[in-house]
């Protein structure tokens, strides 16, 4: 039986987008190895941390909405635990009906989409879709307040 799950891991900030590519494929063969799907991939990108961890300051955020079998966490976690640049992760089981919402309100902005342009798009229908979703999945005000700013990078000579 397939459940909802949310994964939130935090990257060492050395990372390059070699490596954060690597560690979300991997992911992805191990939740889509017996079955499972990933629903959506959330980049926060290089934020402050709340204290230090292995004395890193800041920290490359992901989160990641999937649909797998119980099993498959076992796995996921011990791939996580053992890889170096993972600073931290948490897996959690979702509510299925906010999930359910979720994926219905997907489903409707893509049907929305494709009736908006006819069906003929220029742009790959999956690029189409992901904007469409974004800009029904923005958040309220107060959801905005309890995310921390981004990181800016400063050079220092």
């Known amino acids: 039986m397939s459940r909802d799950y949310e994964l939130g891991f935090i990257l060492s900030p050395e990372v390059n987008e070699e490596e954060t590519r690597a560690i979300l494929d991997r992911i992805e063969q191990i939740v889509t190895a017996p079955g499972g799907q990933i629903s959506k991939v959330t980049q926060w990108g290089r934020r402050r941390l709340a204290y230090p961890i292995q004395r890193h300051r800041d920290g490359y955020y992901i989160f990641t909405d999937m649909i797998l079998i119980p099993e498959t966490v076992a796995e996921l976690e011990r791939t996580l635990k053992v890889s170096e640049i993972v600073l931290r992760y948490v897996v959690r089981k979702r509510d299925a009906r906010i999930a359910q919402k979720e994926r219905e309100a997907r489903a409707t902005a893509a049907a929305a989409a494709a009736a908006v342009s006819g069906g003929i798009t220029e742009e790959p229908a999956s690029e189409l879709v992901e904007e469409t979703i974004e800009e029904t999945l923005l958040l309220s005000e ?16």
């Open 142 to 157: 107060e959801e905005m307040a309890n995310v921390p700013p981004a990181i800016e990078e400063t050079v220092e000579a």
